[in-house]
């Protein structure tokens, strides 16, 4: 089993900076990707960037590239995602995920482990 615990959200204006944080513990060596995903009122769970842990091979949302940064710290069980210049569009929660259940298919919102989420609000 894996536990995964988010840290870093909050309350930003549109335009600034948030640095969010997904710790894991229990059988951590059993990690090959960590994901985040963000859900906004009302719409689905949507992918925002993930990192496979072996080879360290990001991968974005088109609609994050070049603002959002997904990095990995093993030695801390840690991943990390910057999100810079946020729009109000990014409200969201925010949540970390471990081990896609078909994993060509990180994309999806279909993982074995789950954080229980951390809140991003954008003002305009």
């Known amino acids: 089993q894996v536990q995964l615990v988010e840290s870093g959200g909050g309350l930003v204006q549109a335009g600034g900076s948030l640095r969010l944080s997904c710790t894991a513990s229990?059988?951590?060596?059993?990690?090959?990707?960590m994901t985040w995903f963000r859900q906004a009122p009302g719409k689905e769970r949507e992918f925002v960037a993930a990192?496979?842990?072996?080879?360290?091979?990001?991968y974005y949302a088109d609609s994050v590239k070049g603002r959002f940064t997904i990095s990995g710290d093993n030695a801390k069980n840690m991943v990390a995602l910057q999100m810079n210049n946020l729009k109000a569009e990014a409200t969201a929660i925010y949540y970390c995920?471990?081990?896609?259940?078909?994993?060509?298919?990180?994309?999806?919102?279909?993982?074995?482990?789950w954080g229980q989420g951390t809140q991003v609000t954008v003002s305009s």
């Open positions: 229990g059988s951590v060596f059993s990690i090959s990707v």
């Open positions: 990192i496979r842990g072996s080879t360290g091979t990001t």
């Open positions: 995920a471990a081990n896609p259940r078909v994993p060509i298919l990180l994309r999806r919102p279909s993982y074995d482990y």
